[in-house]
């Protein structure tokens, strides 16, 4: 299973999906219509729409790693922004912005997920089980 970072042909059948769109609405990056997880962030062992195999999928650190930085610089940003306007007192600043960074995370980490395996999709050779030809 080789790397090339030439785009894909869509599979027989199958319209060439956007690795954005299918990735942050957890759709499978082959057909679209499948679901891409099996929990909050479990991949799914298959499409249950074209039988994609999912289970070798592997996003590895680099959604987290986005989120983390992106994630960082907004809250750090607004942090100071507001210290600089409104001086609160410390405790303040920790009640609002440790829980904002928190619920972002989450909400983002499922998406950011997607689109790294909706991408890894578009940009691989080939799937284990899709034997499609380039």
Known sequence: M???LSGRLPAAGYERESPIRTGLAGKCP??????????????????????L?????????????????????VIVGLALVVEMNFSPPVWLHMVVWMPSSLILSLALLRPAKGIMIALQYRHRVQFESDNDQL
């Not at 082959?30 to 039988?51: H, M, P, Q, T």
């Open 53 to 73: 195999d999912l289970s070798q999928q592997n996003s590895g650190d680099a959604g987290p790693f986005f989120l983390v930085m992106i994630i960082g610089v």
């Open 30 to 51: 082959r057909c679209g219509r499948g679901s891409l997880f099996a929990g909050f962030l479990d991949i799914a062992e298959d499409c249950n729409v074209c039988r």
């Open 2 to 4: 080789g790397w090339k």
